[in-house]
Every structure is written in C-alpha cells, then in structure tokens.
C-alpha cells in the first residue's frame, strides 16, 4: 500500500487493462489473431464451392470446401469463447483492483475532504461509475485488434478478389469516420452532465436521510419533494439527450451498413452483367458486407464504451483528486515508538479562505503528564487537537513528539503512538467485541485474521470494567435468545439458576416481577399470551396469522371468547385512536399504544366503518379487532381496563387450549413449566420466568443485582458477558445510547495502550458515575500515559497536571489548577459563573 | 364512561382515566382543553419507587416532571461530605414542571424516603407533543411564569424580609 494511493490519480484508463494483466493480454492477443484468420477461411470455401465445386458439379470437392468450412467455424466459435473468458477476466480483474486502490486512496483523504463530500457520491462512484470503466478494462485490447484485424483481412481479401469493387466498398467509411466521432463528442458531453446531477441527486438523498428527524419533525416533505424532483427533471432531461446521441449513433451505423450491400449490388451487377466479374466473387462479396457489419459495429460500440468509460473515470479521479493527509508507512524504516515530550511552538491553523482558527498557540507537557484544555464554544480546541493527532495538516509552526515533526510522521507512526477518542465516536456495523478489538487490530492482522495475538477474555473483562460498560454488556448478554445448538451446555445451568433465583429472591422482587403462575391472570402477558400460556415449536398461530388458522379460531368461538374478545378491540381501537389521532405517527407517542404507528391509519378507518355500522363488523374487520384484542397487555396499555368476567374466561381457556393442544395437535406448543427451558425467550427472561412490571426504573438493575450473584456462584458470569459481546451495535452504533458509544470508543483506545491520548470532549455524553469511573481511570494513567483532553465538565480539570484556557484560537491562560485559581484569571471567572 | 365500559358493566377504572381525573386537578395542565390533557394523560407514566431509590439525582438532566400520588419523597442536597435534607414532599405534590421545557441539570436529588408511587412524563415526550398543539405554549409560559413569580415573591416578603443580601438575590423575576 506504499506511497500507492499517489498514483492512482496519475493512472489512465488504459493502463488498468495491463496492470498485472500483460501475460494473460498476450494470451489474447494470440487468439485474436487466429480468430481474425480463421473467419476468412469460409470466405473462401463459399467462393470455391460456388466457383469450382458447383460450377464443375463436383460433388468431392462440395464435401471437401464444406468439411473445411465447417471446421473453420467450429474453431473460430470455441476461440471467440476462449477470447471473451480472458475479456472477462481482464475486465473483472481490473474493476477490483481500481475499487480497491481508489477504496485505499479514499480512506487516506484528510478529513476537511469528507466535510464536503458526501457518503453517496463515494458510494455511486465506486460502485457504478467505475463498472463501466472496468468493463472497458476487458476490452481495451481485445476489441479494437479483432475489429481492427478483421476489417483489414477482409479489405485486403476484397482487393485480392477485385480491386474495383474492393475500393468501391470502401467509399461510404470516410463520411462514418467523421460523424460518428461528431456525434459521440456530443453524447460525452451529455454523460458529464449527467454525472454531475447524478452526484447532486445523491447528495440530496443522503442529505435527506441524513437529516430526517429535522424533516419528519417540520413536516417539511413539502419543501424536500420539491428540491428531489428539481434534481431528477434535470436528470431526466438530460439522460434524455444522452441516449438520444447514443441512439443517433447507432442508427447512422446501421443506415451506412445497409448502404454498402446496395452499392454492391449496383456496381457488381453491372460489374457481372458485363463479364468482369465472377458470380462466385460477387457471393463472396456480399457475403463479407454482412461480414464487415460485426468488427464495424463493434468498433463503434468499443468507441462508445471508451468515451463513456473515459468520461467516469476522469469524473472519479476529479473527485478524488486530493492528497492524503500523509505517506501512510515510513520508508525505509520502522515505525517510531515515542515516549518523549510533547511540544507545540507558534502552532497555526488557518482555512482555505484564510480564517485563522489556530494562532500562535506554544505549550509542552512531559512524558505521563495530563493536560486539560477549556475554553468557550469555537475557541480552537478541537482544531488544535486534530493538528496535533495529524488529522489537520497545521498551516504554520511545529507539533513535536519526542522531538520528530508531526506533519513529517507517516499515518502509521501517528496511528501506532496517538490514541484518539472524538465527542461523537463512529462505532462500526459489527459486534461489540469487533468493535472493541478495531484499534487494538489495525496494527496487528494476526489477530484481525484470527490468527492469535489477539487480547484475551480477561483482556476485553477488565476494559468493559474500567469503562463502566461491564454491566451494559452483562444486559446485552442477558437479553439474548441462545441457540440450543450453540450454548447447549448453558441451558441446564440457566434452568438451575432459575431456581434457586425463584426460591432465593422470589418473594423480595415480587413488586418487580409478575412470575408466571398458571392458576393467575398474567397481567404484563398480552391477551394471547395468557391463553397460550407457552411459546409455539414451530410455525403456529400467533395474534398475527391467527385467522388463517381454524385451529385458533374453533378454539376462540368453543370457548365463548370471539365476542367478547371483539368487544374489547372495539373498545380499545376506540380509545386509542381517539386519543391518539392529534399526534404525529411517531414511536414515542406509540410505546403505550397496542397500535403501531404504521397501523394506525389503518384502524381509524376501521374505527371509523364501525362507529358508521352501529358496531356491525365484517369478518376482515373482525380479524383486525381480534388481532389487536389479542396483543392487549393491561400492564403495558393502560387506556382501558379487563372486566374481571374476561380474566376468568380467559384462565378457563388457557385450560382448555392445553387440554385441545394435547390432544388435536400434541408438541405444537411447550408451555410453560419450571422445569423447562424456554427457547424461544431471552436469557434474562428464562431466569426470572415471568415479566418484569414496568413500574420502577430500577427494577432490572436490582434483578440483574441477583442475577449477577447467582452467575458468579455457577462461574458463568464471564460466559454472558462473551455472548453480551456478540451484540451488533447497529449502524453508527444506533443500537447502544450516546454514553454506551463514548465508553466502547473509550474502551477500545484503551485495549490499544497507545503512550499519548487523544480526547475531545470523549465523556461528554457519560452519566456522574460513569464519568467518575473513567476520570479514575485515567487518573491511573498519569505517569504511564501522556494525555491532552479536550474537557467540557470543569468538576474534573483538578485531576489534571496542566489546564490550558483557549480563547479566541489562542491560549491565554495555561498552568496548573492551583496556579490559575490563585491567579483569578478565566478559569477563576468560569468557575466562579458556573457555581 | 367509555363505551367498552358501558357495554360491559365494568366498574373497574382504568390507570388511563385516573391519570385523567389527577391531570385536571394541577395548575400546570388545568387550564387546557379536556381532549389535550387526555393526550397527557395517555404519555404520562406510574412509577413506584421503593425506599432510598432516587427520583432524579443532583447534577444530572433527566427530564422529567413528577407528581406525587402516595408516599414520601425527600428533597436532599449532596455536598462533597453529607447529604442534606431540605424538605419532604408527600402525595399531591407536583415537582419537575421546568424540566419538561428545558434542559437543567439537577440542583438536588429526591429520594424516595417511604414507598412513592408517581405520575411521570419525559421531556421528550411533552415537547413532541407541544409542537403538535402549538395553542398549548401560552399556557405552558404562563404557569411556569407564574410558579417562577409565586416562589419569588413567597421567598421575598417571607423569608427575605430581615435579609438584605437575601433580598439582593432575588432577581429571578427580572430575567
């Protein structure tokens, strides 16, 4: 990956044809070339078989001209084959190897490149505009040597024949030459445009999806609609006129292909008539104008691909034409591993337009000592950060790190001693310990190959620790659903556990959790749930598909429930859409609602049709009530209440549907039993074997207190928190809270113990006691670990050795924390304001 | 009454219709339509705490308003050495009502000093609701305005009266 990504904006289209690819070129090449002389032989035997076998009425030479003839297509048909799997490969070879290389150039771009830059631009240019530029890759030889040879041969053939005619036919090829190139110029120009909208267009929708909430939240499709469709009329218009050229183009060429047969015909007849000309020749004649159409149209169309290709190419490279933000490896040596002072001297920073964000800032810290920097909103704080972890290239005076120049540093010397931790870490689309381990990888591929040298359990246990992520991920790993083949080895022992958790602490967390018992109504169960008392085996009735199946439905009516059952959708849709139709259809104002809001238009019309028939309902809408009375859970949808008359029906069903399951379809259903563990529930759930009520915020915490000793006791504490580790985070880490993204982000610059941390506003997010935790954390470091912290909360700037007041991108107070109190200076006053 | 309830003869009411009935007694929401407060009703949330679990705690933004249904809460106010106690409030009490507008970190922490059940609602969930029913900000401004003004003046010709820097620190009203 050395010094590579320079060259890719210097490399031609051209050259990615050869790129590690000239042996299997020449390959080609030499196939072609038999090809090419191969598809004259038939042109031959036809003129043979005519003139000679059929003139003389001899049947020999027939068989023997045919035989030829038809050997000779068999050859050329199997090395066209041979010819387009090299084509293919040359052509794959090359569109990988440009993603990847352009994927490497990418990621190396300075930051301010991605600030104007949006993901779907990148994302369009690599996937579909550099295809075409590969597709050319595989064809960039091939084609025009075979068009090329093929058309020559056979002119070269036409002469042999007859000179007059040959040259005749050749008369209609100057006036393509000129037009199609005219013509191609104008499609080429079209296809920039084209380009150039289609990257509004994708900026405009990655901006959209980014910025959704702010939409959704001012209702403001209206104004977005609008902006979308400017964009994609103009796209319209202008792919319009691009395939308009392009199709022109083709239709010349085939109108000049269709003349050259009549002109033929015009002067070979004559040519003929008057006995200047054989019949045979003037077959062979005819025979090669069909001929000629090939190489010739694929000449056009190799044309039109190299103009097309060429245009998105020169648009990529145009696009991605900035430097990176430094010469990713050291050359020539290894990469340094400092342990000296840090030094800043006459630090500036200035924007392309000149506006100076960094002026003349001077400071040095010592090997193990921790700086605070404060200062008020744009002060220069997280620009004076980023120069020095090399992520902004400083216009002016020096960053030193053991006394070597920042910006004369490889991206690995930086990346391998300077840990960074951002306000707003990216987490990746992975599992929490991928995540965790990406640092700590990005210098070791032995372990991102799971080839060893990766931390251990212990490693990864003791970092969720100090990070104060222990116990989130203690929660992930009890809210997963365990494969019976993966964990089976952890049933028996969570069904244990079980146990004595019930016998031990049952009575102490009755107010928080509602146990499953058999003989009560569960009232944080939904309506379905109580009469199923069980989860199903395999695909069976749910509150969902329950009307499809009569299994469900006669046990509903045999029991009495239908009626009442509907009775209360009724009510509840009633209730619901009365109180929620003034509000958006948006999920917070939904968590208490048996309606989702992606339903809820759908039951205001129902509500709506019922009011209207004085409560008369037609089977689909009596499957839609059924379907919402069933999902009712009194203990979470609190807008109606269940008579005491349907709890005790529904007891006497959940009876009745065991006694029917047992005997019409036995093993359909596992109920509910202590013994049993239930597969198709989460960890946490199997445990406390019935539903934590939604009435204390506190309530998992003290239940995961218990859970918490009883796997210590079995020693299994370290095998949840490996499986709460196989947790996705999601996209951005969407799945985990701001604080849950701060401490992985924190975690992960700490499993890779770099000597000097980096960290802008890294504890923003964190809650008191998260935020204590990690402050004794990094407390631990001094001496070890040289840090600059960017720090929002002044409570903690004590701990540090240094603090350093920005102002105005300058610092104007720097000292320690008794210094600049007894010195009454900003820090004094900002203290003093936010007392 | 409802009609599931008409229907069938419950006399059982549901969490949703005391929400309603207590909603209709405080000041902060008295004043609004009947059919809003029931949107206010139906996002507020009961929570049970037991003894010595906090409510909210000192520093931190939690954003929330709480009104007190049964039980105790103690108001307290952490310093680095002890726990202080300021007051104790018992059912019927509506504390938090700021919180639903804006961000403000804690000044105190309240601690449930018997078992407390409270009416909740987030901050969150009351903005996004505001936005819906615009008509709502007058009465929002002016019952915050109003507390703001009460507890001043309370505290200025109460407690303030033989204080002169008491008297100097009250300036709440001018802001």
């Known amino acids: 990956m050395k010094n590579k990504s320079f060259s890719i904006l210097n490399k031609s289209l051209f050259s990615w044809s050869f790129s590690g690819q000239i042996k299997l070129q020449i390959i080609l090449v030499l196939i072609i070339c038999i090809t090419v002389f191969i598809r004259v032989i038939p042109l031959e035997m036809q003129k043979r078989i005519v003139n000679e076998a059929i003139k003389l009425r001899n049947a020999d030479l027939l068989l023997i001209y045919s035989g030829i003839y038809f050997v000779s297509i068999v050859f050329a048909g199997i090395l066209k084959y041979l010819s387009n799997i090299c084509q293919t490969i040359i052509s794959q070879r090359a569109l990988s190897n440009m993603r990847k290389d352009f994927y490497d150039h990418i990621l190396t771009l300075p930051v301010t490149f991605f600030r104007t830059t949006s993901p779907g631009m990148v994302v369009t240019t690599l996937i579909n505009e550099l295809a075409s530029a590969g597709e050319y890759a595989g064809i960039a030889i091939a084609v025009p040597i075979t068009s090329i040879l093929s058309l020559l041969v056979f002119f070269i053939y036409l002469i042999y024949l007859n000179s007059t005619l040959g040259l005749v036919s050749l008369v209609i090829y100057p006036v393509v030459i000129f037009l199609i190139p005219f013509l191609q110029k104008k499609a080429s120009a079209a296809n920039r445009k084209r380009m150039d909208i289609t990257r509004n267009l994708s900026n405009k929708i990655t901006e959209s999806i980014a910025g959704i909430h702010e939409i959704q939240a001012n209702g403001a499709f209206a104004i977005e609609t609008f902006k979308f469709n400017k964009i994609v009329d103009k796209l319209y218009k202008i792919r ?134 404060i200062g008020f909103s744009g002060s220069g704080k997280s620009t004076l950060i980023h120069c020095i972890n090399k992520l902004y290239k400083y ?35 992975a599992t929490i310990k991928e995540n965790l381990l990406y640092s700590y990888m990005s210098d070791k591929i032995s372990c991102l190959e799971s080839l060893g040298n990766c931390p251990t359990l212990d490693d990864l246990v003791k970092v969720l620790q100090e990070t104060d992520m222990f116990i989130d991920v203690l929660h992930f790993g009890l809210n997963t659903i365990l494969s019976s083949e993966k964990y089976h080895d952890l049933i028996s022992v969570i069904v244990a556990i079980r146990n ?287 840090i600059i912290s960017v720090v929002h909360r ?42 | 009454m409802n009609f599931y309830k008409a229907q069938n003869n419950i006399d059982k009411s549901c969490e949703f219709d005391e929400n309603l009935y207590l909603l209709r007694q405080l000041d902060f929401f008295s004043d609004l339509p009947l059919e809003t ?34 039980g105790h809460v103690k108001l307290i106010c952490n310093d680095e050495k002890e726990e202080q106690l300021i007051r104790i409030y018992e059912k019927g009490v509506f504390l938090g009502g700021l919180a639903l507008v804006g961000k403000i970190p804690r000044l105190f922490s309240l601690k449930a000093l018997t078992k407390a059940v409270c009416l909740t609602i987030t901050r969150e969930k009351f903005l996004k609701a505001v936005r819906q029913l615009p008509e709502l900000m007058p009465n929002v401004f002016q019952s915050i305005v109003e507390s703001i003004y009460t507890s001043e003046r309370v505290f200025f010709y109460k407690h303030a009266k033989n204080c002169q820097y008491c008297k100097q620190k009250t300036i709440l009203t001018f802001l």
Request: with cysteine; aromatic share 12%.
């Open chain 1, 240 to 373: 319009i006129k691009w395939n308009l050229f392009k199709f022109s183009i083709k239709a010349s060429n085939n109108f000049f292909n269709n003349l050259s047969p009549f002109i033929i015909f015009i002067i070979g007849g004559y040519l003929s008539i008057n006995g200047r000309l054989e019949l045979g020749v003037l077959v062979v004649f005819l025979s090669v104008q069909e001929k000629l159409f090939d190489p010739w149209k694929e000449l056009i169309e190799y044309y039109q691909t190299y103009q097309d290709a060429l245009v998105r190419y020169k648009k990529a490279i145009e696009y991605f034409d900035e430097d990176p933000f430094g010469v990713l490896e050291p050359a020539g040596r290894d990469p340094y591993i400092f342990n000296g002072k840090l030094e800043v001297k006459d630090l500036s920073f200035a924007t392309d337009d000149g506006v100076i964000l960094l002026d003349k800032i001077n400071f040095s810290i010592n090997p193990g000592e921790h700086l605070a920097i």
């Open chain 1, 395 to 429: 216009t002016g005076g020096h960053v030193y790190i053991d006394g070597k120049e920042v910006k004369d540093l490889s991206i690995k010397d930086v990346a391998l001693n300077i840990g960074f931790v951002s306000q707003t870490p990216y987490l990746f689309d």
């Open chain 1, 500 to 786: 004595k958790f019930i016998r031990l602490y049952g009575d102490n967390l009755s107010d928080y959790v509602e146990f499953f018992d058999e003989t009560k109504y569960q009232y944080n169960c939904s309506i379905y749930e109580n009469l199923v008392f069980g989860v199903p085996n395999q695909k069976a009735p749910n509150e969902k598909g329950m009307d499809d199946r009569a299994f469900f439905i006669n046990f509903l009516n045999e029991t009495g429930l239908t009626k009442p059952l509907e009775e209360l959708g009724i009510a509840l849709a009633t209730q619901v859409v009365n109180i929620l139709k003034n509000l958006p259809y948006e999920g917070i104002f939904f968590e208490q609602s048996p309606i989702s809001y992606d339903e809820f238009e759908e039951y205001k019309l129902l509500v709506d049709q019922i009011k209207k028939s004085d409560h008369k309902v037609t089977s689909i809408q009596q499957k839609k009530i059924l379907e919402l009375a069933l999902r009712f859970t009194p203990g979470k949808h609190k807008v109606i209440a269940l008579s005491d008359n349907i709890e005790k029906m529904i007891l006497k069903g959940r009876k009745l549907f065991r006694n029917k399951v047992i005997t019409g379809a036995p093993g359909r259903f596992s109920f509910y039993k202590i013994s049993d563990y239930l597969y198709s529930q989460s960890i946490l759930n199997n445990i406390i074997f019935g539903k934590v009520k939604d009435i204390n915020p506190f309530a998992k915490q003290k239940i995961t207190q218990h859970i918490v000793q009883l796997f210590v006791e079995e020693d299994i504490l370290e095998r949840i928190i490996e499986i709460g580790m196989e947790f996705t985070v999601g996209s951005k880490g969407e799945k985990l809270s701001g604080g849950q993204r701060q401490k992985i982000a924190i975690a992960r610059i700490i499993l890779k113990d770099p000597g000097y941390l980096i960290m802008d506003e890294a504890t923003s997010s964190l809650d008191n006691k998260s935020q204590a935790r990690i402050q004794n954390l990094i407390n631990s470091k001094k001496g070890k670990v040289t």
């Open chain 1, 794 to 835: 002044l409570n903690i700037i004590k701990n540090f050795d240094k603090i350093a007041v920005m102002k105005a991108s300058k610092i104007v107070e720097m000292g320690t924390y008794k210094e600049l109190i007894a010195n009454k200076g900003i820090l004094y006053e900002l203290l003093q304001s936010s007392k």
């Open chain 2, 37 to 70: 407060i029931k949107i206010f009703a139906y996002l507020c949330i009961r929570e049970t705490y037991t003894r010595d679990d906090y409510l909210f705690q000192q520093n931190i933004d939690d954003g929330k308003a709480f009104y007190i249904i049964s």
